[in-house]
């Protein structure tokens, strides 16, 4: 025990007197396990822990597959026919997508999200309410009597977690509703998106028998034990069949039958970029286990002697490895400690910086599984590394003074520090590639001008505005009060905003245009549809290019007017002037007339092409949908002051509406939020990389320098100018360096195939970033090496050569 | 005939927190081309010091040197490096091979740094590994010698350039007095060879193959002496 104490003691000492070695060991664990922690425990959440449902591995997402939509859903009357007669589901369930925005009437009204769910959805999910108790079918249907569970933050928040609340009557949307439960604090909803109150979804299973419109719907369902998803494929393979001829031929084609586990629906979009930050984290933290290792590795080298002598004075072997293994502990446990605050501080970082839409990054917390793992990692791999030399070099041959060879433990050192180069130059190409990426998505050409703009989404409640005439005049109220706002250079109402194009779109073929070359029915892809007031092409900044927007005039009852997207007027009327010609939109519509083109918009965000549209009037229409709208301002003066004005003047009209609202800047920059956040992370590692490889080479030149002193003074006295010692030295410098970037290069081939997924019109193979990363690290490296080779090249023979 | 060293008035002082301390004073000699040189005195006098200069290993000094009739006190530091690289070659106490070359490419080195084409350099050293009689030992690490043949190979990597001046600092200091001999008769033919050798040492036996001992004390030369009973 004493011993114990005394090789602690002394490890103290050693680190002490050892400041830079102390410091350079104890900052690269730090931030390799720091990173790795905070890194893992995100994607953790993301890739590997269960989700918070019993069994969640039996839960799936059932549905079709369209191209136009990302994820599954189903027809309602579709997913009745399948519940009733699937074989490999134990329960199948639904949810209305969406879901709708419900306000909690009653004294202080607040808007809340309400999930529209089946009365099965909590047994299939396997969720018990903490109290009271779940829907029952008979309160699943239209117009029975309104019911609620209420989410545990909800019932903290609003009813100050009152037991009582259960059986109590709230008001929602200003009707009486009996709330029947509490759901528990981990509980959450299977789609991203955050719900407070979930109430039944109440589908017409009645009406839906005949032929009736056909509401959307998402449906999970749990796996009957032993039943696997390739199976359940299979046993919903006759259903899928029989639901097809239903779909418009247009639609037919690209439909396929899905299965999933919940998981993969819930990861789709983040896994690639998970996985890649993983693999990211995890080099970082090989690089850094590699520099430990380097530094324990000089540390036993240079203490050969010390080890010898001890070793003859009758130290055992493993009494000298626990001197080592004692040093490398408390070297992990300083840099574990600091990492641990370190991975805290990156996370709480994440959060902060982190775009919207990274599944459970709210729940992601830093575990202690992981750090204990980050920290035996660096610890195990250096303590080896520190280890074997002090056991390998046999004691006398360095005490008779007939000093040995020395290349073995320095040959170690070099591939390790080709590897940290190797290493390193994948992650730098992969940061380049994605900074690329992340360049070109940012200049992809909006078609409008963006500066100086401020948009802003209303939603009428539905309860206080019931009617579309009661919605429109809100809005035209809204815009009359905000044209008299000075600074105000265009104003515009759209019921979507780009970059997006919202829901509206119809196919191309059902467009009928007298001289449009004939299409088959249902193809010629989607034609997107907006209708906007008169000033919205001004205060978006969109270009008519050929004849006029619209007019004050044109919002008359019997005005039907149409502006075309320059790409659609190309296809309707090729070679042709469109304005003044006659269009049918849509099967039952009226014609309308050509009056202007537009120039063309991003509609499909900035990645997807955009396709063709047209712009109507807004104005009082049946078909037309006023609930929603978005308010586009151009200003001369701050987009923040305007914001303030139209704030108060939308409470001055109505408190209760709420508003929200984004710089159109803002608005376009949310698209390359996440690859932003993946190209910022990506370059933070790798400069940790890069970091940690200049922190290698230097150490191992240094080592090299200090290890040959004796021979740089022979070889001076042999005649060697300093220029040519220099040489020396970079020259085994560059050997390494070279090797491991070869190798970095070769394992940039396939590792980079990772980041397929996450690349905008840019290639894996673009060798740019490769060239720039190979260059960057090249750099680095000369540099790394060149403070300890100039002191190689300054080395004076006469010291050199004096000691023996 | 000019000499091939002129010191004069040469002085070498280091300066130890504040103070000077003076290594080397007023030291003026000569050495004719062919002689072969003992600097003898006690330990601290300023042996070694003096043949690192003489060697243009060290360039902080004062006074005047003229080697060949060059004024080295004038030349800059590229020059004599250049000086030194052709006219001049070490041995070493304590040999001072480089350990991870083999006998062979411990050889090549000098030569290596007078741009010495590959061919011409092997043939050098094939040369120079035949009249040292360790054609043998070409492949050997140095740790795989004995200290005698380690410094066998001191002398030979010394002599390959065919320099005009030899400098050894106590060049049998690490070696038994059998291999000692052999060092010194080794001298001594290079030295009938027509090169010039100055050795430092503090075996009067040594000293004996030389024609003239120098003995310095705290810096100063003391005392020259021609050696009548020259060995040999
Ligand atoms: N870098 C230095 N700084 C200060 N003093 C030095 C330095 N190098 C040598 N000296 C001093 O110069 C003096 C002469 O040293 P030198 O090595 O020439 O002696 P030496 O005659 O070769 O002795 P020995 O026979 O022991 O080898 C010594 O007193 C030594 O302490
Ligand atoms: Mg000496």
Redesign the interface.
């Known amino acids: 025990m004493s011993s114990l104490w005394q090789d602690i003691r002394y490890a103290l000492r050693m680190l002490a007197n050892k400041p830079a070695f102390t410091l350079v060991a104890v900052l690269t664990l730090a931030l390799g396990i720091g990173a790795t922690s905070a890194v893992f425990s995100v994607v953790d959440r993301i890739l590997f822990r269960s989700l918070p449902y019993s069994h969640d591995e039996q839960l799936v997402s059932v549905g079709l597959f369209a191209p136009i939509e990302p994820r599954e859903f189903m027809l309602a009357k579709d997913y009745l026919e399948w519940r009733a007669e699937q074989k490999p589901f134990e329960s199948m369930t639904t949810f209305t997508p969406g879901g709708a925005d419900c306000d909690l009437t009653g004294q202080n009204p607040v808007r809340l999200n309400c999930a529209l769910v089946e009365s099965t959805f909590l047994t299939t999910f396997g969720i018990e309410p903490i109290l009271g108790r779940n829907f029952t079918k008979e309160e699943d249907r239209p117009h029975a009597p309104r019911v609620a569970l209420i989410t545990y933050g909800l019932w903290r928040s609003r009813f100050a977690g009152d037991p009582a609340v259960v059986g109590r009557s709230i008001s929602v949307d200003g009707q009486p509703t009996t709330v029947v439960g509490v759901l528990p604090a981990e509980f959450e909803m299977p789609t991203p998106g955050k719900a407070d109150m979930l109430v039944p979804q109440a589908l017409d299973e009645a009406s839906l028998e005949g032929n009736g419109p056909q509401g959307i719907l998402r449906a999970f369902a749990r796996l009957k034990p032993g039943v696997t998803i390739a199976q359940s494929l299979r046993a919903l393979e006759p259903l899928f069949e029989r639901s097809l001829p239903q779909y418009g031929p247009e639609f037919r084609d690209g439909l396929r039958l899905s299965v999933r586990s919940l998981r993969d629906r819930q990861v789709a979009d983040s896994k690639g970029a998970s996985w890649v930050l993983l693999g990211s984290v995890m080099a970082v933290l090989l690089v850094a286990c590699t520099n430990v290792a380097n530094l324990l590795l000089a540390r036993t080298n240079s203490r050969q002697k010390e080890l010898a002598v001890r070793a003859a004075l009758g130290a055992s072997r493993a009494r000298l490895a626990r001197q080592n293994l004692t040093e490398s502990l408390l070297l992990g446990i300083i840099g574990g400690t600091i990492g641990c605050w370190l991975a805290y501080s990156l996370l709480q970082l994440f959060e902060s910086i982190a775009p919207e839409g990274i599944p459970h990054l709210q729940q992601a917390s830093l575990d202690a599984r992981v750090v204990l793992f980050t920290v035996g990692v660096s610890l195990v791999s250096g303590t080896l590394f520190g280890l074997a030399p002090a056991m390998r070099h046999p004691a006398p041959?360095v005490l008779a003074g007939?000093?040995?060879?020395?290349?073995s433990g320095g040959l170690l050192r070099q591939i390790l520090v080709a590897s940290q180069v190797a290493i390193s130059l994948i992650l730098l190409t992969g940061a380049g590639l994605l900074l690329h990426s992340l360049w070109r998505l940012e200049a992809v050409p909006l078609g409008m001008d963006t500066e100086s703009v401020m948009t802003s989404r209303i939603t009428l409640a539905k309860y206080r505005y019931p009617s579309q005439q009661s919605q429109v005049a809100f809005f035209k109220e809204l815009l009359s009060r905000l044209r008299q706002m000075p600074g105000i250079i265009a104003i515009g109402i759209s019921d979507t905003l780009p970059p997006f194009g919202g829901s509206m779109a119809t196919t191309y073929s059902h467009i009928e245009a007298p001289a449009r070359p004939s299409v088959p029915n249902g193809g010629g892809g989607m034609v997107g549809w907006r209708s906007v007031t008169p000033g919205y092409f001004s205060a978006l900044g969109v270009p008519i290019v050929r004849g006029r927007a619209f007019s004050e005039a044109d919002t008359g009852p019997s005005e039907n007017p149409v502006i075309l997207s320059e790409a659609l007027a190309k296809r309707l009327f090729p070679g042709e002037d469109p304005l003044g010609r006659s269009l049918r939109m849509e099967r039952e519509g009226p014609w309308r007339q050509v009056v202007g083109i537009a120039a063309d918009v991003r509609n499909n965000g900035l990645r997807e092409p955009s396709d063709p549209e047209y712009y109507v009037p807004w104005k009082m229409d049946p078909a037309g949908h006023f609930q929603e709208g978005y308010i586009t301002l151009r200003t001369a003066i701050h987009p923040e002051t305007v914001a303030k004005r139209l704030r108060q003047e939308t409470a001055r009209l109505d408190p209760s509406v709420p508003v929200t609202m984004q710089t159109m800047k803002q608005r376009v920059g949310k698209l390359s939020e996440r690859p932003r956040f993946n190209a910022m992370l990506l370059t933070l590692f790798a400069g940790m990389g890069v970091l940690m490889a200049g922190i290698g080479i230097y150490g191992v030149v240094g080592f090299l320098v200090s290890q040959r002193t004796?021979?740089i003074?022979?070889?001076?006295?042999?005649?060697?100018?300093p220029r040519?010692i220099m040489k020396m030295v970079m020259a085994n410098v560059a050997r390494w360096t070279i090797a491991g970037a070869l190798l970095g290069l070769l394992g940039s081939w396939y590792a980079l195939k990772l980041l397929r997924s996450l690349l905008f019109e840019v290639s894996v193979r673009d060798p740019w970033p490769a060239a720039a990363a190979l260059l960057l690290l090249l750099i680095a490296a000369f540099l790394a090496a060149w403070v300890p080779a100039r002191r190689a090249m300054r080395v004076d023979?006469?010291e050199a050569?004096?000691y023996? | 005939m000019e000499p091939l060293i002129q010191l004069r008035n040469m002085e070498k002082v280091y300066e130890a927190g504040g103070s000077k301390f003076y290594v080397l004073r007023r030291v003026s000699l000569e050495i004719q081309p062919g002689e072969f040189v003992t600097f003898m005195g006690p330990s601290g006098a300023g042996k070694?010091?003096l043949l690192?200069i003489i060697?243009m290993?060290?360039g902080s000094w004062t006074g005047e040197y003229y080697f060949n009739g060059e004024p080295v006190h004038r030349l800059n530091v590229?020059k004599r490096?250049e000086l030194?690289?052709a006219n001049i070659g070490?041995v070493?106490?304590?040999y001072?091979?480089?350990?991870?070359l083999t006998v062979f490419e411990n050889l090549e080195?000098?030569l290596s740094?007078?741009n010495v084409p590959h061919k011409e350099r092997v043939s050098l050293v094939c040369d120079i590994l035949d009249r040292f009689n360790i054609v043998g030992k070409k492949d050997l690490?140095p740790?795989q010698l004995s200290g005698g043949q380690q410094q066998l190979v001191g002398v030979a990597?010394a002599v390959i350039?065919s320099p005009k001046l030899i400098l050894a600092d106590e060049p049998t200091g690490n070696l038994h007095s059998a291999q000692g001999e052999e060092i010194m008769e080794l001298f001594r033919k290079l030295n009938e060879a027509g090169t010039s050798i100055i050795q430092v040492t503090h075996s009067e036996r040594n000293a004996a193959y030389s024609h003239r001992v120098i003995q310095l004390k705290d810096g100063w030369v003391v005392s020259e002496t021609s050696n009548a009973a020259r060995v040999g």
């Open positions: 041959e007939k000093a040995s060879r020395q290349t004796r021979e003074g022979v070889r001076l006295a042999l005649g060697a100018s040519t023979p006469i050569l004096r023996e | 070694s010091t690192s060697g290993l060290d590229k490096n030194h690289k070490f070493f106490q304590s001072h091979l480089i350990d991870n080195i000098p740094y007078k690490f740790n990597r350039q």
